[in-house]
């Protein structure tokens, strides 16, 4: 019969090894936060006596030792060479991310070849750092490892693939580094891959015939890049695990039937556009017969179905999609609704560059996911939806410029609360816009250019503390610019040319530190010219400003453009202007009352 105080300790035992953390770990646990815990939006505040409970740490249930560390900062990077032995301690470390942690290498005699050592590490995560060829030639070394999270760092050599195909990995990510040169034959040798992420790059050349034998690929990226891919091809046709496909912004050529994708039992991502104008994709003939439910759908600048125009009828079988874009095609017909009739998830739709006629016609449905929506440069007509706010209550960007609206600007927009871009130019929209215009918080890209907008500019503008661009030129705005517009610290663009107002320009424009391009031109503004300290391209022409030659104390010395023509400045063009004015590269003078000799250091500039 067993002994039963035995038994209890036993029992208490393990309690006391599975809820808390081995004091030794604890103890390297700070260390590392005494090394990282300066960084804004890093690791909380870890003081609880058990680690394991602490965020961002994970332990086995069964040792108590840590399996898995976040140190992936939210905000601010360290920047610094890192010292591998610190995490040698962990013995049983699964899962380790030092994702933005600003590393630009290794301590020597430190480096990653010491992690050797960590025989269960699987999973690693060091993305978007600051590493190079070289820092990260000792992981091929790594044997344990299936998991290897490195892009967004600043690797450049295509010799970095043929090394690390040597690794039995089931996950490979070089994406956004700017590798230059081909893809390695040698990438096909790695048979267990699930995903190969190598979008964003400098990858040129014909994709490797060989990488149809990587069958298992789930995830294959290679958008972003100057590869060329021919159609018709082989290459992905026994790729019938894929879930993922993305061949945007390569040189896609030829006709591609989108029906050659019938096998694809598993596909949730398909994104082909093409930087040639020679590559077609066809949906119609033969029809395309996509039995799975696509998620990301983008085939874009790809002359799809450039024979009929038509909308591919296969989307009418789908209904989990969230994201769509066939812009920069020719489809033709009327704005295609039931594409979010049918997609009650869809977040983004982008139909720009085409060639939809008629009214924009809202679903009978509200849907709270869309956040996206761009119907630009098409032929679409009729006054805009005045319930956009009710069907679409959460979007963020809205871009319908470039098409035939008119009508007044509806007050709907103006209830949007998280639009954060608002484009709406070259149309044939007309009001007073003082009630109507949208005054969130959220807004910070205003494009109201080439209408017929009347009235005053709505101070309600000065309201909103984020406003980056705003844009009402050519119209018919009236009356002064705003002086409360001073309250847009973050303006960087001011485009109000084209437009009947009067008055002076605000001094309150001298505050500005990120203003960059100032439009003013074809008004009625007189007065001199504030101090603009800041500015890299001044458009002032066209009105009855008067006064001397802007100075360098008046003006930034990267001004690069300067268009002063036909208002009544005076007095002598300096002769220190090469000097003032070191990077102009447009001065226009002419229709002033200058007088004087030309300065020869003009010349110089």
């Known amino acids: 019969m067993r002994n039963p105080c035995i038994w209890c300790c036993l029992v208490l035992l393990t309690l006391v090894v ?23 939006g890093w690791v909380p505040y870890w003081s609880s006596r058990d680690c394991c409970r602490w965020e961002r740490v994970t332990c086995s249930s069964i040792t108590g030792r840590v399996t898995a560390l976040d140190l992936s900062p939210d905000y601010s990077r360290w920047y610094g060479l890192l010292n591998c032995s ?18 630009t290498g290794c301590m020597p005699g430190a480096g990653f070849e010491v992690w050797s050592n960590l025989r269960q590490l699987e999973i690693l995560d060091l993305s978007e750092n600051e590493l190079n060829d070289s820092s990260i ?27 690390l195909s040597k690794m039995k990995l089931d996950i490979l990510d070089l994406s956004w580094n700017g590798i ?6 040698a990438v096909c040798n790695m048979t267990s891959l699930r995903e190969l992420h190598l979008n964003g790059n400098f990858f040129f050349g014909v994709l490797p015939s060989c990488i149809r034998n990587l069958t298992f690929l789930r995830v294959l990226d290679l958008s972003n890049n100057l590869l060329t891919a021919r159609f018709p091809t082989i290459l992905f046709a026994n790729m019938t695990s894929l879930e993922q496909l993305s061949l945007s912004h390569n040189q ?17 991502y398909l994104r082909l556009s093409s930087n040639s104008a020679s590559f077609q994709v066809q949906t119609e003939n033969p029809e395309a017969n996509i039995s799975s439910q696509l998620q990301v759908l983008e085939l874009s600048n790809c002359n799809l179905n450039a024979n009929s125009g038509v909308v591919p009828s296969f989307l009418s079988h789908q209904h989990g999609l969230y994201l769509i874009d066939v812009s920069n095609n020719n489809l033709s017909g009327h704005f295609p609704t039931w594409l979010l009739e049918n997609n009650i998830y869809l977040s983004y739709l982008s139909v720009k560059h085409n060639s939809f006629v008629g009214p924009l016609i809202l679903p009978s449905k509200v849907n709270k996911n869309l956040s996206w929506l761009d119907a630009s440069y098409n032929r679409l007509s009729g006054d805009l939806p005045v319930d956009i706010n009710i069907t679409f209550p959460n979007l963020s960007y809205l871009n319908l410029s470039k098409n035939f609206f008119q009508g007044i600007f509806p007050s709907a927009i103006s209830h949007l609360e998280n639009l954060a871009t608002l484009d709406l130019s070259y149309n044939n929209i007309s009001g007073d816009i003082t009630a109507s215009l949208p005054i969130t918080m959220s807004m910070n890209h205003l494009v109201l250019n080439d209408n017929n907008i009347s009235g005053e500019i709505p101070t309600s503008i000065c309201t909103n503390m984020n406003l980056g661009v705003v844009d009402f030129s050519n119209n018919k705005f009236t009356g002064s610019i705003p002086n409360c517009i001073d309250s847009n610290y973050l303006l960087f663009i ?43 391209y001044l458009h002032l022409s066209e009105n009855e400003l008067n006064g001397t030659f802007p100075l360098v104390w008046s003006f930034s010395t990267n001004l690069k453009t300067m268009d002063l023509r036909y208002n009544q400045f005076s007095g002598a063009i300096p002769s220190c202007i090469d000097e003032t004015f070191p990077e102009l590269r447009i001065l226009l003078l002419n229709g002033n009352m200058f007088e004087g000799m030309v300065p020869n250091q003009v010349c110089h500039l």
């Open 86 to 103: 610190m995490f040698l301690p962990f013995r049983e470390l699964q899962n380790l991310s030092l994702r933005n942690a600003g590393i």
């Open 137 to 163: 030639m000792p992981l091929v070394g790594l044997a344990s490892l299936r998991s290897l999270f490195l892009g967004g760092n600043v690797i450049k050599n295509d010799f970095i693939v043929q090394r």
């Open 494 to 536: 001011l485009n109000l040319r084209g437009n009947h107002l009067t008055g002076s320009i605000p001094t309150s424009l001298s505050s500005f530190l990120s203003l960059q391009f100032l439009d003013l031109s074809k008004n009625h503004l007189s007065g001199p010219v504030p101090a603009l300290p800041n500015l890299t």
């Open 180 to 185: 230059f040169g081909n893809i390695s034959r």
């Open 252 to 268: 896609l050529e030829g006709l591609l039937l989108l029906n050659s994708f019938s096998n694809h039992l598993q596909l949730k």
């Open 18 to 40: 599975c809820d808390s953390c081995l004091h030794e770990e604890r103890r390297h646990l700070m260390d590392i936060y005494d090394t990282f815990q300066w960084l804004d």
